[in-house]
Each structure stands twice: as structure tokens, then as C-alpha cells.
């Protein structure tokens, strides 16, 4: 029996998904497996007992990553659950900044006690009217599964659609339009495009993409859309092209004291995955995840250690090992056996930058003393016996 926690309100649809084997506990002392939405987990100390966290979203940086590897606890996310709700927002923060809704939904609600207001707002209304994105060029940096969605939408919305993505996954080039213009540098998207909407995750390295350097060479008039994380983007340097007329909008699901009421920003507050559907779709994909880990030892969608799936265990023993990405660790493990004269019906090893994740199916069920003799690796981080 599992026990696992949440840290934040957890969609019901994906808590029912648990199984008969797990059950809630409020103390986190006593969890193996936690679920947590944007709780910051970065000061919270984490028990020993504790083996995975699933982030019911995409962004994990709200998750001390590494920290998390060097204890031997495996980060998941939810790539894609949630991306048709933050699609469907960019589309509509891409059509309120091409036309002055916002203002002209302000204007009514200031004139809403005047008799005339019909006949007024026909000559107000020229002050809030805009421009359409039909034929506009959309430029989209990170082909993700929410970039790989925006873009499809908008070339079926009749926009010239330009990507982005060094890194972009086999599956997300599967899914993209084949009409979607491929861009090797990212200036092109910058000198080309009317509209710029970045999906990335945050990281050191895209900390500030978007800066005053990036939209020094962006078109005048340029609107800029982050539905991805505010840090994203130096917004103290988008506020002062605001203001020479440089850029016309910025649209931002991060509100902050930067940008919160500033001329020129639409800020929404972080509605964009805030759907029924996706919070559903989210919370499904956290729960089998860590249901898989901690019942199969399996690992799909982790940030923090390689995936790698054995399926369910059907020979005696399982045993998982998570270990530093560093040679004769396979050496080493299987030299153990042998010694032991045990043999390894099934072995898969995987890496991911520093870490390595070792499982192995065996014909005999695991002992404290093999147990014993992994963990004495040098190198090791955590011995689970599975099974
Ligand atoms: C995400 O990272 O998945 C979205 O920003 C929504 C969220 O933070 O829950």
C-alpha cells in the first residue's frame, strides 16, 4: 500500500483514478508519492520516505529539479494535458490584442448610465477598432505540444506561420502542419513576424529570451504574447518599447507588479490551463504516472531522471536503481549478481544528463543483502526493490 499527498486541490476525476492500493494522507512525512500543481516546494524539506512528485502541468519551476535527483526522487510532468487550454488562450490573447476589446469593453461599462450610449458608442467605437490576424505573420518560439497547437490553429485561421525549436521532438514535428515555415534563427522570427508568442520552459538558459536586445530587432508595432512563464521575457524592457511605440501589445498569463495595469499590457491571471477539461486531463496523467512508479518502478514524463518502462514486473523479483550517469556502474550491478549467482532474466538502463536510472527483472525475489551490496556502490543514490 502507497500513501501519496497533494499539495494543492487536485481534480477529483484524477484522484478517483487511484487504485484500491493508495490512499491520502495530509502529512507529507508519510507520502511516497506527492501531487502538486504551483505550490513552491523549493524551501520544503523533503522526507526521506518520499519517491516521486507528479506536477499535475507542464512548468516544474516551482520543483528543486536537481536537489530532487541527487535524493533519488523522480519529477514527472504532464506534457500536453493541458496544452488545448493555454492554445485556446493564446488564440484569444492574440484577437484581444489585435483589437482594442478590453478598452472598448471599458468604454461601455463607463458610458453604461447614458441614454444615448447606442448612438455614442458609433462614434467612440473607431478608437478601439484594430486590425485582424488573417495574413499576419505569427512568429512561435518552442514547438512544444502548446506551440505545435497555436501554430496549426493559426495557419487554419489564415495566418503565415514561422517556428522555432532547435530541440523540437519527433512527435511534435508529427504533429506540425507541414505549411508551418521552419526558422534555423531565431532573429528571423524577430525581423519577420507581427505577432510573437513564446512557449518554452523556464530554465536558466531562457531566462530573458525576450529582451530589450530581441525586441530591438522585432517590426514597430510588434505584439508579444507569453503564456509560458513571465521570466521569460525582460518585461521592464517591453514596457519601455510600449512606450516608444515599438511594441503595440503585450499580452502576459503572468500578472506582476511589472506589468499588473500598465498601458499597453493585457495581463490575464494564469487562466491559461484553468479549464475543467485540462485540470481533469492533468491530474490523469499525475496519477499514472506516480502509480506506475510506485507500483512498476517505471518512469514516463520525468524531467529529472530518463524515462524507462519495463511494464509491469511478471518474473520474481524488480529492483530499480538510481544511479550517477558514470562508467562501470552496469559492470558493477550485474558483478553483484554474480557473485551472488542470481540470475537477471531482464536489464534496461537509462540517462539523463548526470542521472542514470537501472532496472532489473530477476528470477529470484530481491534480498536485504543484495539490496545492501548495490546501495555500497559508489555512485548509487537509491535502491528500490520493486518487487
Ligand atoms: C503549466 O505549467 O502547465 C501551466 O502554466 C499551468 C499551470 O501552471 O498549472
Redesign the pocket.
Known amino acids: 500500500m502507497f500513501k501519496y499527498t497533494c499539495l494543492n486541490p487536485i481534480s477529483q476525476v484524477g484522484l478517483e483514478k487511484f487504485t484500491g492500493n493508495f490512499s491520502k494522507t495530509d502529512d507529507i512525512k508519510d507520502a511516497q508519492g506527492v501531487l502538486v500543481?504551483?505550490a513552491s516546494m523549493h524551501d520544503m524539506e523533503m522526507p526521506e520516505g518520499l519517491l516521486a512528485i507528479a506536477?499535475?502541468?507542464?512548468?516544474?519551476n516551482n520543483i528543486p529539479l536537481d536537489d530532487c535527483a541527487k535524493k533519488g526522487i523522480v519529477v514527472f510532468?504532464?506534457p500536453g494535458a493541458?496544452a488545448n487550454g493555454?492554445k485556446e488562450l493564446v488564440i484569444a490573447g492574440m484577437l484581444l490584442a489585435s483589437r482594442d476589446v478590453v478598452g472598448g469593453i471599458n468604454w461601455v461599462e463607463s458610458a453604461k448610465s447614458e441614454a444615448d450610449i447606442a448612438k455614442m458608442a458609433e462614434k467612440e467605437k473607431k478608437k478601439f477598432a484594430g486590425t485582424e490576424i488573417q495574413d499576419k505573420k505569427l512568429g512561435i518560439i518552442g514547438l512544444g505540444a502548446i506551440g505545435v497547437r497555436v501554430a496549426n490553429v493559426a495557419k487554419h485561421l489564415g495566418m503565415e506561420v514561422y517556428g522555432y525549436d532547435p530541440y523540437i521532438s519527433v512527435d511534435a514535428a508529427w504533429n506540425l502542419s507541414r505549411d508551418i515555415k521552419h526558422v534555423l534563427d531565431i532573429n528571423e522570427i524577430y525581423e519577420q513576424c507581427d505577432i510573437i508568442t513564446i512557449h518554452v520552459p523556464l530554465m536558466d538558459s531562457t531566462k530573458n529570451t525576450i529582451n530589450k536586445e530581441a525586441i530591438s530587432k522585432m517590426k514597430d508595432g510588434v505584439i508579444i504574447l507569453n503564456?509560458?512563464?513571465d521570466l521569460l521575457v525582460e518585461e521592464t524592457a517591453v514596457l519601455e518599447a510600449i512606450k516608444s511605440g515599438k511594441v503595440r501589445k503585450y499580452v502576459s498569463?503572468f500578472p506582476n507588479p511589472t506589468t499588473a495595469g500598465q498601458e499597453g499590457c493585457i495581463v490575464i491571471p494564469?487562466l491559461?490551463?484553468?479549464t475543467e477539461e485540462?485540470e481533469d486531463n492533468?491530474a490523469k496523467m499525475a496519477v499514472k504516472e506516480l502509480m506506475n512508479y510506485l507500483e512498476n518502478g517505471n518512469i514516463v514524463n520525468s524531467v529529472n531522471y530518463p524515462n524507462c518502462d519495463m511494464g509491469v514486473c511478471t518474473n520474481a523479483g524488480r529492483i530499480a536503481i538510481m544511479h550517477k550517469n558514470v562508467a562501470n556502474m552496469i559492470s558493477r550491478f550485474t558483478g553483484i549478481f554474480g557473485d551472488l549467482n542470481l540470475n537477471i532474466s531482464d536489464l534496461t538502463n537509462k540517462s539523463k544528463g548526470e542521472y542514470a536510472y537501472t532496472m532489473l527483472d530477476l528470477d529470484d525475489p530481491a534480498t536485504d543483502e543484495i539490496v545492501k551490496k548495490l546501495e555500497a556502490v559508489d555512485g548509487v543514490i537509491r535502491v528500490r526493490v520493486v518487487k
Open positions: 500543481r504551483s506536477r499535475a502541468g507542464a512548468g516544474v510532468n504532464t493541458n493555454v503564456f509560458a512563464r498569463d494564469h491559461g490551463a484553468s485540462s492533468c
